[in-house]
Nanobody
Framework: VQLQASGGGLVQPGGSLRLSCAAS????????MGWYRQAPGKQRELVAT???????NYADSVKGRFTISRENAKNTVYLQMNSLKLEDTAVYYC????????????????WGQGTLVTVSS
C-alpha cells in the first residue's frame, strides 16, 4: 500500500493550504486516516485524525484553524489549513490504518512520504 501526499508549499502567515493524501494498493477498508507533522529538531506529532465514520480528533494547537476530511470512495484524506502560523512550518505526513481483506485480524499502518509546509513572510 502506498500513500501519496501533495499540496505543501510556501505560504505567508495567515494564509491557507490544502494537503491531500491518496492511498492505493491492496486495501479492503481504511479505518483511520491522519496527519502528523515534524518540525526541524522536534519529534513527530499528531495534527488530526479522522475515522471512517467521520469522527475527528485534533491537536489543541490546530483546533479551529485546520479541518480534516476524507473521501472514502477515493481512499483520500485532506487537511485544510487556514490562518497558518510560523510554528506550523514542518514536514506533514499522512497515514492510514487499513485492513487488507475482510478476514484480516488487525489493521496495518502505512505512512506517506511527507510534504513540506513552510510558513514565512
Amino acid at each position: 500500500v502506498q500513500l501519496q501526499a501533495s499540496g505543501g508549499g510556501l505560504v505567508q502567515p495567515g494564509g491557507s493550504l490544502r494537503l491531500s493524501c491518496a492511498a492505493s494498493g491492496s486495501i479492503f477498508s481504511i479505518n483511520i486516516m491522519g496527519w502528523y507533522r515534524q518540525a526541524p529538531g522536534k519529534q513527530r506529532e499528531l495534527v488530526a485524525t479522522i475515522a471512517s465514520g467521520g469522527s475527528t480528533n485534533y491537536a489543541d494547537s490546530v483546533k479551529g484553524r485546520f479541518t480534516i476530511s476524507r473521501e472514502n470512495a477515493k481512499n483520500t484524506v485532506y487537511l485544510q489549513m487556514n490562518s497558518l502560523k510560523l510554528e506550523d512550518t514542518a514536514v506533514y505526513y499522512c497515514n492510514a490504518d487499513y485492513l487488507t481483506s475482510r478476514w484480516a485480524l488487525s489493521t496495518i499502518r502505512s505512512w506517506g512520504q511527507g510534504t513540506l509546509v513552510t510558513v514565512s513572510s
